[in-house]
């Protein structure tokens, strides 16, 4: 069971401007003052907390991150600019660690939190800063310093945004694995799955989310039948229910009675289950005898009002619509 996203990013705050070694040049003045200016600070790497992000994919794409330099300091007393500072966005609930010892640095834990996690490089001083009554023509300066670097490793907690729930059988397992990185076993008899399995979508590059893959319900589950119901606490804080309906199972024909029964059950765990928006699922759709039963279906449970998609998963049909169609409730 993996419930934890993790992500390795190298960082590389900028190095500081040098400071400039320059005199005064004018008309008429022979030997003019030191006027090298300073150079400018090095940007910071930070780390920012954004609502919204739930997963670290964003950082699988993108694993280096640099600041940018200060500017050297030049003649006339001339500052050189700061170095652009960078911000990368991560998920509230991150942990960042220093890659190679494991030491924490910082635990981001609420909305717009942001750390300096690599300080940019301090600034050179010019040889203007250098003169002193007995040092009226310093030729000193400072070179600025390198900006931090380090690699950090990020862990995430994961947390279900999106429930699969279903008889045994009704391929939530197949589902998961045809949308996500997650792999739980599959097979042929009820109760494959024992435990919950979390897996991350990729919609883009932007947006991502979890899902639960939970174990199959059954009538009188409440009361310990089957797996039972105690695993419904891994999606009692997810915002979308998929309800997942194969229509060619044969203990249950009849899909708005499948339906009705799961929905008791989760009730009897938690009647706010029954108030998360849901879809429809109606899986394995390459099977003929379920392409002549769908569109009676789904207009069945269109009268009451619900949102019904059909998939097949070896065909992959209908599964990127499903999974925008829940991006959207998301967001
Ligand atoms: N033809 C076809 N078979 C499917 C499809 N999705 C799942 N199956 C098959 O249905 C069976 C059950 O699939 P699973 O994904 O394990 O079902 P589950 O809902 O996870 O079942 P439990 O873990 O027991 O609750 C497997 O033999 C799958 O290969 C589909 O879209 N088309
Ligand atoms: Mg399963």
Redesign the pocket.
């Given at each position: 069971m993996k419930f934890i996203d993790e992500a390795i990013i190298e960082i590389k705050a900028g190095d500081g401007g040098d400071g400039c070694l320059s005199f005064r040049r004018e008309k008429y003045v022979p030997r003019g003052g030191p006027d090298g200016g300073d150079g400018g600070d090095g940007g910071d790497c930070i780390l920012k907390a954004k609502q919204g992000l739930t997963t670290l994919m964003d950082l699988k794409f993108r694993k280096h991150f640099e600041a940018g330099r200060g500017a050297n300091g030049e003649g006339q007393k001339m500052f050189g600019a700061q170095g652009k500072d960078v911000t990368i966005h991560i998920p509230i609930g991150t942990i960042v660690k220093n890659a190679k010892t494991g030491k924490i640095l910082a635990d981001i834990s609420k909305e717009g939190q942001e750390v300096i996690i690599a300080k940019g490089g301090r600034r050179g001083r010019g040889n203007a800063r250098f003169a002193s009554s007995t040092n009226q023509a310093p030729r000193t300066f400072e070179k600025g310093e390198p900006g931090e670097e380090l690699r950090i490793r990020l862990e995430l907690k994961l947390l279900a945004d999106v429930g699969?729930v279903?008889?045994?059988?009704?391929?939530?397992?197949?589902?998961?694995?045809s949308i996500s990185n997650a792999r739980?076993?599959?097979?042929?008899?009820?109760?494959?799955?024992?435990v919950p399995h979390l897996g991350v979508v990729q919609v883009d590059r932007e947006k991502s989310f979890v899902v639960a893959?939970?174990?199959?319900l059954i009538e009188g589950a409440h009361q310990g039948a089957g797996?039972g119901i105690q695993f419904l606490k891994h999606i009692e804080r997810t915002k979308v229910l998929l309800h997942?309906i194969?229509l060619t199972d044969p203990e249950h024909p009849d899909p708005l009675k499948s339906y009705k029964v799961i929905c008791d059950e989760m009730k009897s765990f938690s009647p706010d289950l029954l108030k998360k928006p849901e879809i429809i699922v109606l899986?394995?759709?390459?099977?003929p005898e379920v392409r002549e039963m769908r569109s009676k279906v789904e207009n069945l449970f269109k009268k009451k009002g619900k949102k019904v998609f059909a998939?097949?998963?070896?065909?992959r049909e209908g599964l990127e619509a499903l999974v925008k169609e829940v991006a959207q409730r998301l967001t």
């Open positions: 699969l279903g008889f045994p059988n009704a391929g939530k397992s197949t589902l998961i694995s739980p076993k599959i097979a042929g008899y009820p109760f494959t799955t024992k893959d939970i174990p199959g797996m997942l194969d899986t394995k759709m390459d099977l998939i097949s998963a070896p065909n």
